[in-house]
């Protein structure tokens, strides 16, 4: 357990049980070829007892390393919904999230396209920074899902999360 979690640990007293992790706090979850939308997942972590939300959005830039990026697609492993679960389940024991969201979308998508949302809520702004970037991290870097990046010069690239 990190440093970070124990402190938020050191909070959760039974007299104050809005300070505490929600019983199940995973909300939404999922990879899809839809669209994503922030105001669902904004809309999912909503908790009258948390003070704070954090929301990351990931897009789909123009340009990668210095060189324009023409098409972009994702793809995911059949295991990767449950490793996002995974992923959400472990954040939420490590921090006090009240709630907790995350989609991913695979398929072919456009520059400005929404390529990921995460969002927490937890008693405090920075717990819920704290999960957050937590959340993000670790599903970029655990979760099975791929980008393949063609450039504007005619050269590709896979990026794995993995």
Excluded at 21 to 35: F, Q, Y
Excluded at 133 to 158: N, Y
Aim: net charge negative.
């Amino acid at each position: 357990m990190s440093a970070m979690a124990q402190t938020y640990e050191q909070r959760d007293h039974p007299d104050h049980p809005g300070e505490r992790a929600a019983a199940d706090p995973v909300r939404l979850l999922g990879i899809r070829e839809e669209p994503l939308s922030v105001d669902e997942v904004l809309a999912a972590v909503g908790d009258d007892a948390a003070g704070g939300t954090a929301l990351f959005v990931g897009t789909v830039r123009n340009h990668d390393g210095g060189t324009d990026v023409a098409r972009l697609g994702y793809s995911s492993h059949p295991t990767a919904e449950a490793e996002l679960r995974r992923v959400a389940e472990k954040v939420a024991a490590d921090f006090p999230v009240r709630a907790l969201a995350a989609v991913h979308r695979v398929g072919d998508l456009s520059v400005g396209d929404l390529a990921v949302v995460v969002a927490v809520s937890c008693p405090h702004r920075a717990e819920a920074f704290d999960a957050c970037r937590s959340l993000i991290d670790t599903l970029k870097h655990e979760v099975p899902i791929w980008k393949h990046q063609t450039f504007a010069d005619g050269t590709e690239e896979w990026v794995g999360a993995c």
